[in-house]
């Protein structure tokens, strides 16, 4: 690696520790906003299971994956920066909103996709088994999923093509909306806002308990592709959680990807029942 390489990476993980560290700050303020003014008020024994389960996820998934996320995001759109389908416009607001748009676009189909994929499906769904909803279920991922969308997003940084800094800086904004959409929140006008952007009413109901209703809502900061696809549903689900599935730690948290709904049902369906009578 020559010392321009070295600089570019530094680069890479100085803005990941900046991240991390705007992260922290924004989770703090919402789980007081929680606190104050909460939309829902869940059990304390959930919230706690939850909170603890979801912030220890956070914790171990950042040390095996903090180097590696942002060194590889940052290192392919230096490479291929100038490649890309935006790559022959001058750097502006333009272009970055076009870039930031096209991201949305991507994460939303990856989300959609990671629903309907039985194979994508076992590493998301740990993401949905929390059965309450609070901010700090942004944290709540499975390593494997977050791994297999690092690959995702390496590859569309190399379709469109835009400065590193650039994507860095989008993955803080989707960042940051991710914590706001899973508060436990009221938010003023929401519905007005709601238009424009994901927030935690479109979202709660991508928490519900009934699969009819939690395959909706995929975006992740604009809320025009649900529209445009037909995938945006509003109501207030009844329970959140997935049925069957549980996980009160974070080595269950892990164990649950290989664990598929199906097997459980049919090792259900083995248990002898009891006769009527």
């Not at 942002?70 to 490649?83: K, M, Y």
């Not at 400065?163 to 007005?192: C, K, T």
């Not at 991508?206 to 509003?234: A, C, P, Q």
């Amino acid at each position: 690696m020559n010392a321009t390489e070295t600089v570019s990476t530094n680069g890479g993980l100085y803005f990941n520790e900046a991240l991390f560290g705007l992260a922290i700050i924004a989770f703090i303020v919402l789980v007081i906003m929680e606190k104050r003014h909460p939309f829902r008020a869940f059990p304390a024994k959930i919230f706690k299971e939850s909170f603890v389960t979801n912030t220890t996820a956070f914790l171990v998934n950042n040390l095996i994956l903090s180097t590696l996320r942002a060194s590889s995001l940052f290192l392919v759109a230096q490479q291929f920066a100038t490649h890309g389908l935006l790559s022959g416009m001058e750097n502006g607001p333009i272009k970055w909103l076009l870039a930031f748009a096209f991201f949305d676009l991507a994460i939303y189909l990856w989300h959609l996709v990671s629903h309907k994929s039985e194979y994508l499906w076992r590493f998301h769904k740990v993401h949905h088994s929390d059965k309450g909803f609070n901010v700090s279920t942004g944290f709540r991922f499975h390593v494997f999923d977050l791994l297999i969308e690092i690959v995702y997003k390496c590859v569309f940084v190399v379709v469109i093509g835009v400065d590193a800094y650039v994507v860095l800086s989008i993955e803080i904004v989707e960042l940051f909306f991710i914590l706001f959409h899973h508060a436990n929140i009221r938010v003023p006008n929401e519905d007005l806002i709601s238009n424009v952007f994901i927030t935690p009413s479109l979202h709660r109901t991508h928490h519900s308990k009934k699969r009819s209703e939690h395959d909706s809502n995929y975006g992740i900061v604009f809320s025009l592709w649900d529209r445009m696809f037909g995938t945006r549903k509003e109501l207030v689900p009844e329970q959140i959680g997935l049925d069957i599935i549980n996980a009160d730690n974070f080595i269950q948290l892990f164990s649950l990807a290989f664990i598929t709904e199906v097997k459980l049902r049919k090792l259900l369906g083995w248990i002898p029942k009891g006769k009527k009578k």
